[in-house]
């Protein structure tokens, strides 16, 4: 269900009661738009905001072209309405009447505004010249599919010449969308010289903002390297061509998946993730008692679903297309890749469906890891610095309560390291003792993962 459904049925029902014209789809398009770019609640409507909406949110984030204008201002009436007659609308709110008033004279001017590229979000640019070339982001059936269609995007967009790009996208500002300025300020945050003086982080790429994927060859020898992809393809060599047995929830059933956990060895990288998270309490402890923990591990899940090490690998191996499912069973389909190209492909796929679901507390120090080591004048990134940065970052709700106790600090850096333990074994970067080496998959990735991020797909 939309977050918006419940609201949006009892307006329905409102208007259709009272034989007002009201539009589901447009109204739901709206809510959406407001809720996502600017934050705002659906009962939130200030001075200002019907024309904000119409001539800067719907043209540079809201569905190409140009909507039904009459139709919108008869939507946008007749729920402004219904929030009145219901008791919704917030106070902060105009009246109703001027707020139609406002819609209407914006009405005269949308269209104009919404063929204006120069008003469009750059995202919006990026995803429309997709659509001109038969590729768009929409109905994509599987991660696998949103990330070919992704790169494949990309790819053609930075193959055009400069005069061509920057007719389609005379500008790559946000349009004040308060999301895509977070994923632009996170990334801007990390690339400060020596004197903290920031600069742009589209510098990185050539003079139109247009950052290149890194050479294929490099990526996929990353990706054929990377200790994760191999644990995929044992994972699938696992199930097998007879298939394994799978619950409604589409998981291994409970016998299979402990039988899993001890091939696959999962508790080498459960033990790590506990070292991470407690320290000396897990490293000073005895042989036997570690191997009393990891049997503990394996018997406590009641569900495939509640194992972290091996639900990162399915869910990566099923979104990758690696593994077919029916109502009952699971089957492996590895299809080796033939190409450099297609091991990037299966590379993106796999680390891009880590890290969306990864724990939500883990994606942004993720993220800083990955942007930091984009910056090509960066040969290494000491991991010191990286607790440093992560400490001081507003998204770090330990560190908010540094005034008050300083010895939060211990655990602010072991979240750090649990967060970079899950993408440790995918080779997005190299340890050289207490720092990190940039990796040519590791860039593509940090280009993939701030996309998705403006596109709201994940949370920076």
Same mark, same amino acid.
């Given at each position: 269900?939309?977050?918006?459904?419940?609201?949006?049925?009892?307006?329905?029902?409102?208007?259709?009661?009272?034989?007002?014209?009201?539009?589901?789809?447009?109204?739901?398009?709206?809510?959406?738009?407001?809720?996502?770019?600017?934050?705002?609640?659906?009962?939130?409507?200030?001075?200002?905001?019907?024309?904000?909406?119409?001539?800067?949110?719907?043209?540079?984030?809201?569905?190409?072209?140009?909507?039904?204008?009459?139709?919108?201002?008869?939507?946008?009436?007749?729920?402004?309405?219904?929030?009145?007659?219901?008791?919704?609308?917030?106070?902060?709110?105009?009246?109703?009447?001027?707020?139609?008033?406002?819609?209407?004279?914006?009405?005269?001017?949308?269209?104009?505004?919404?063929?204006?590229?120069?008003?469009?979000?750059?995202?919006?640019?990026?995803?429309?010249?997709?659509?001109?070339?038969?590729?768009?982001?929409?109905?994509?059936?599987?991660?696998?599919?949103?990330?070919?269609?992704?790169?494949?995007?990309?790819?053609?967009?930075?193959?055009?010449?400069?005069?061509?790009?920057?007719?389609?996208?005379?500008?790559?500002?946000?349009?004040?969308?308060?999301?895509?300025?977070?994923?632009?300020?996170?990334?801007?945050? %990390?690339?400060?010289?020596?004197?903290? &003086? #920031?600069? =742009? $982080?589209? @510098? !990185? *790429?050539?003079?139109?903002?247009?950052?290149?994927?890194?050479?294929?060859?490099?990526?996929?020898?990353?990706?054929?390297?990377?200790?994760?992809?191999?644990?995929?393809?044992?994972?699938?060599?696992?199930?097998?061509?007879?298939?394994?047995?799978?619950?409604?929830?589409?998981? %291994?059933?409970?016998?299979?998946?402990? &039988? #899993?956990? =001890? $091939?696959? @060895? !999962? *508790?080498?990288?459960?033990?790590?993730?506990?070292?991470?998270?407690?320290?000396?309490?897990?490293?000073?402890?005895?042989?036997?008692?570690?191997?009393?923990?990891?049997?503990?591990?394996?018997?406590?899940?009641?569900?495939?679903?509640?194992?972290?090490?091996?639900?990162?690998?399915?869910?990566?191996?099923?979104?990758?297309?690696?593994?077919?499912?029916?109502?009952?069973?699971?089957?492996?389909?590895?299809?080796?890749?033939?190409?450099?190209?297609?091991?990037?492909?299966?590379?993106?796929?796999?680390?891009?469906?880590?890290?969306?679901?990864?724990?939500?507390?883990?994606?942004?120090?993720?993220?800083?890891?990955?942007?930091?080591?984009?910056?090509?004048?960066?040969?290494?990134?000491?991991?010191?610095?990286?607790?440093?940065?992560?400490?001081?970052?507003?998204?770090?709700?330990?560190?908010?309560?540094?005034?008050?106790?300083?010895?939060?600090?211990?655990?602010?850096?072991?979240?750090?390291?649990?967060?970079?333990?899950?993408?440790?074994?995918?080779?997005?970067?190299?340890?050289?003792?207490?720092?990190?080496?940039?990796?040519?998959?590791?860039?593509?990735?940090?280009?993939?993962?701030?996309?998705?991020?403006?596109?709201?797909?994940?949370?920076?």
């Amino acid at each position: 269900m939309d977050q918006h459904d419940l609201l949006i049925r009892h307006a329905v029902a409102w208007a259709a009661k009272r034989k007002q014209p009201l539009d589901r789809d447009l109204l739901e398009t709206v809510l959406n738009l407001r809720d996502f770019h600017d934050l705002s609640a659906p009962q939130e409507w200030p001075a200002g905001s019907a024309e904000h909406l119409m001539l800067v949110r719907w043209p540079s984030h809201g569905p190409s072209g140009v909507p039904d204008v009459e139709r919108l201002v008869e939507t946008l009436d007749s729920f402004w309405r219904f929030l009145r007659g219901t008791g919704r609308m917030a106070s902060s709110s105009a009246d109703p009447r001027e707020l139609a008033k406002e819609a209407r004279r914006a009405a005269l001017h949308m269209p104009d505004a919404c063929a204006d590229p120069t008003r469009r979000g750059a995202a919006k640019s990026m995803v429309e010249f997709g659509e001109s070339i038969g590729l768009s982001l929409d109905g994509a059936g599987s991660m696998e599919e949103l990330n070919e269609r992704l790169q494949q995007i990309v790819g053609a967009w930075n193959a055009l010449p400069d005069d061509q790009r920057m007719a389609l996208a005379p500008t790559t500002a946000h349009q004040g969308s308060l999301r895509g300025m977070a994923a632009t300020d996170l990334m801007a945050s %990390l690339m400060e010289d020596d004197e903290g &003086e #920031a600069h =742009d $982080v589209f @510098g !990185l *790429g050539d003079e139109h903002g247009n950052i290149p994927f890194a050479e294929v060859t490099d990526v996929a020898a990353d990706v054929r390297d990377a200790p994760f992809v191999q644990q995929c393809r044992r994972l699938v060599q696992w199930v097998g061509e007879r298939g394994r047995e799978i619950t409604p929830k589409e998981v %291994l059933r409970l016998a299979p998946a402990r &039988e #899993a956990y =001890d $091939v696959l @060895g !999962l *508790g080498e990288w459960e033990r790590e993730a506990d070292r991470l998270a407690y320290g000396d309490l897990i490293t000073k402890l005895p042989p036997e008692s570690e191997e009393l923990l990891v049997a503990a591990a394996r018997d406590s899940f009641r569900s495939a679903a509640e194992c972290r090490p091996l639900d990162r690998l399915w869910t990566a191996c099923v979104e990758a297309g690696l593994l077919e499912l029916s109502r009952t069973r699971a089957y492996a389909a590895w299809d080796e890749p033939s190409s450099d190209e297609e091991w990037r492909h299966l590379g993106t796929v796999l680390a891009t469906a880590v890290l969306i679901h990864a724990d939500h507390g883990h994606v942004s120090p993720l993220m800083g890891a990955l942007l930091h080591l984009i910056d090509p004048a960066r040969e290494s990134m000491p991991l010191r610095e990286l607790e440093d940065w992560w400490w001081q970052s507003p998204r770090n709700y330990v560190s908010l309560l540094r005034e008050q106790d300083e010895s939060m600090r211990s655990w602010s850096d072991n979240a750090l390291h649990r967060a970079l333990h899950e993408m440790e074994d995918l080779r997005v970067w190299r340890r050289d003792g207490d720092a990190l080496l940039p990796t040519a998959f590791g860039h593509d990735v940090a280009l993939l993962a701030a996309a998705l991020a403006e596109e709201g797909v994940i949370e920076a």
